[in-house]
């Protein structure tokens, strides 16, 4: 089996990354960056996710980016709620972490390298709401090009690096399809970016609205919500 | 003043990168990371040149890469000793750490967008012995492409990524004396791979033969020495 590192968040997404890697046959090494983030409830469903895939490793890293700021996701800006998902704002929204998934790449193109594989697995998706930089197809295109000169494996031609990215162009309902057919478990994961206390979702956030416009397109319940009260208003 | 992230390991060359950035009129933003590297003492190196080059600020971020093992520079090979430099070996050394440049650039890089700037110094070196593939020019092209697409002010053209890599083509004896004409301290550097007790240099690495070498060439002798007894053989 060729191992594959698997970008693992805790997330829906990439839950549904590392079916689909297992899927096509690889040996995955999940790695979680526990990075501050206010979402810290999504590091315990990536270790959840590990355990019941199955995978060779799960390796969870800390490397404290609130030291640098400049995200809503790393505490200092309040995070968006019941914003309209069909009028995007303009420009990069505030729960952008500056150059994250530069780091997280970087961090598993690493472990890649000591591995001794040039498969990566990463979540990210360029539809539905997203207007990150770093989610683009053209970004991981030169990503690639970059890590290639980066590392022993490409300077010395025994591999190649490659970024797959198999969510990029589907729809959360396309991706929740996808990974019920594969068996994904979605009551492990978390996706909300200002959980409450013990992790319950706000379901007013961006990432909340989406998943839950998600599951009702494919017309199945979110069994995260299961049991959930139902929010006052 | 531009604001500048300075990638600063406590080395000669990182110290001498810094002046020069200082040189050009550039605010520094000083980068350490504690890694996990064997050679802790170049992190209170990078301190002191801090302190003494009155940066704008320095941080030290903990990122534990022995977590991926791989080098022997975060502790499970063993450093290469009293090899000859004008000989060298095959392939990548030992003392490479895998994506280790492009894990520090990630981490200018998210810095350098919250401090809303685009220019990166690394102290990176393509000549004298070296062979790492993360210092050549031909990767750091690439990194500037992918960073451009990585980023917010890349994505609305604020601005673009520059990395000023100023030692690229230098010798070290080159290095040594553009940095003696700038006034580094050189006593307050360290470049040890292996450094015994309280940071005392093995005087037998790659990195100490380099040093050695280079301060020989320019016919100056290295102050980090002055005052150390001669090494028993």
Known sequence: MTKAVVLLSGGLDSATTLAIAQAE?????ALTLRYGQRHQAELASAARIARASGVAEHLTLDLDLRRF?????????????????????????VTYVPARNTILL???????EV?????????????????YPDCRPEYLAAYERMADLA??????????????????????????????ALGVDYALTTSCYDPGTAGRPCRRCDAC?????????????????AGLATPTP
């Open 106 to 112: 970087s961090l598993a193109l690493a472990w890649a």
């Open 69 to 93: 700021g400049g995200s809503a996701l790393t505490g200092d800006l309040a995070v968006p709620k019941d914003r309209d998902l069909d009028t995007p704002e303009a420009g990069i929204p």
């Open 151 to 180: 590392t022993r494996m490409g300077a010395e031609k025994h591999r190649t690096i490659e970024l797959h990215a198999p969510l990029i162009r589907l729809t959360k309902a396309q991706i929740i399809r996808k990974g019920l």
């Open 25 to 29: 046959g690889y040996e995955p090494y």
């Open 209 to 225: 609205q989406l998943r839950a416009k998600g599951f009702a397109e494919v017309g199945s319940p979110d069994p995260l919500l």
């Open 115 to 131: 591995l001794g594989t040039g498969d990566i697995f990463l979540g990210v998706n360029a539809l539905d709401y997203s207007g």
